[in-house]
């Protein structure tokens, strides 16, 4: 019967895009993702894979008690998570962190998606407002909306578009790395205790490196970018340099919980490189998104120790990130004021970063589902990972000022009626999370 039912337009094969078709089609209702690469390309995508990886490869820590994005990722198994399923698949060492090969990820969705019964693909650019006959739509565009579709929303809500720009970092071959200078070791020994490759750094070096970042020539902004504010959650690594010279160090760089085996001498400061594919061939330095030219970053990067030979298999770069203002425009069920047909999910709505955008593409996907099949469910209470990153997004922000926001304890309410030590809340907080949530899904028939 539910065949019978008219389909669920999803625009955007992003993480949200890609996770709320998944959801939408084990609801039982039909779903046609549109998805505009690779007739239309983006700045920043590089294939026409669903969930590609863009800025990095890591959904970060993977701690459901003590961290706020790791207790989402637990919320999101719970709901059968398209994306965190992937992400298993295809992990790689990360220390205590969830991280996977980028393209075998990419793979694991696409195929997923593709071969759904459910699910038809429409390889075509979504350009404008969506025809009157698509009376239940997600809009997943992301940060890389097109700016025709992110033109027709800004018109239909009167409301200007935010923006951002969100750096890339640059990946290097494992085997042009020198372990005459280089070693293999988690801080303070998590996970494995050997996931990261670290290069050491004297002051010296250390002082020579922040001059070379802050003189560096770096990308040229056009007239209508140059006062485009970044997210700090991905800031160049330049922007930081020119914050202060400790900065760093306090920083992707600090030099704490690590023992150089090449050397007595503690290091002033340390690169930290995180493996980018399943492979172990290719390897991220962390924190290091960067605007630099291609020219400049060869020459910088090729002084730290160890990366003396090193050869880039992707140099870093940048683009520019849009956002609506969800508080002003959005309801709590994440649908436009203005045209209730239409709702919007992932980093476009203003949340920050992987995980955020794949678990407010589930929301949307389970909320746009129930109502298409007459079921209407309630959304997740403010004390769980979802309703609390729903709750700062539509409406716990305030409008004047809103910026995009990554998941934190701080968004939780507060643990009314204990008194307890400040490393025994987050783990109360998390366990407070589960239960509310497994309730939620039991009040609403969920699973």
């Avoid at 490869?57 to 207790?71: I, P, T, Y």
């Amino acid at each position: 019967m539910t065949n019978l039912l008219k389909p669920i337009h999803i625009i955007g094969g992003g993480l949200a895009g890609s996770e709320a078709a998944w959801q939408v089609a084990n609801a039982g209702v039909a779903v046609i993702l549109h998805e505009m690469r690779p007739a239309r390309k983006t700045d920043a995508h590089h294939t026409d894979g669903f969930a590609e990886l863009v800025c990095s490869n890591s959904f970060r820590s993977d701690d459901a008690e003590n961290n706020a994005v790791g207790l989402l990722h637990a919320e999101m198994r719970s709901l059968n998570s398209l994306i965190m399923a992937a992400a298993a698949r295809t992990k790689v060492p990360a220390g205590s962190a969830l991280a996977v090969d980028r393209d075998d990820f990419s793979l694991e969705v696409t195929q997923a998606l593709v071969n759904h019964p459910l699910i038809t693909v429409d390889r075509n650019e979504v350009a404008a407002l969506p025809p009157p006959d698509w009376d239940n739509v997600i809009v997943a565009t992301g940060p890389l909306t097109s700016p025709a579709l992110s033109n027709a929303v800004r018109d239909l809500c009167g409301e200007d578009g935010l923006a951002f720009f969100d750096a890339i970092a640059p990946i290097v071959y494992k085997d042009s790395i020198n372990f005459e200078q280089a070693w293999f070791q988690s801080r303070y020994d998590k996970g494995d205790g050997a996931d990261y490759i670290n290069l050491p750094m004297s002051e010296a070096q250390y002082n020579d490196f922040i001059h070379d970042l802050n003189t560096g020539e770096q990308t040229v902004f056009k007239e209508w970018e140059a006062d485009t504010p970044y997210f700090d959650g991905c800031m160049p690594i330049e922007v930081m340099a020119e914050r202060g010279p400790e900065t760093l160090r306090f920083g992707p760089m600090k030099p704490v919980g690590l023992t150089n085996p090449h050397s007595q001498e503690a290091p002033y400061a340390v690169v930290q490189l995180r493996q980018d594919n399943k492979l172990g061939t290719l390897y991220n330095i962390v924190g290091f998104q960067t605007k630099l030219k291609y020219g400049e970053q060869t020459r910088i990067f090729k002084k730290i120790p160890g990366l003396e030979n090193a050869e880039f298999a992707r140099l870093g770069g940048l683009h520019r990130n849009t956002f609506i203002n969800s508080p002003r425009i959005l309801d709590n069920q994440l649908r436009l004021k203005a045209d209730p047909r239409l709702r919007f999910a992932g980093q476009i709505t203003g949340v920050e970063g992987y995980v955020e955008s794949a678990a407010i593409g589930l929301l949307s996907g389970r909320l746009a589902a129930a109502e298409r099949l007459n079921t209407p469910i309630s959304t997740p209470p403010d004390t769980t990972a979802f309703g609390a990153l729903l709750s700062h997004i539509t409406g716990g922000a305030d409008a004047k000022t809103f910026q995009p926001m990554n998941v934190n304890f701080g968004l939780f309410p507060v643990l009314e009626g204990r008194k307890m030590k400040k490393r025994d809340r987050k783990p109360a907080k998390a366990k407070r999370a589960m239960e509310a949530l497994e309730s939620w899904k039991q009040e609403n028939g969920l699973t």
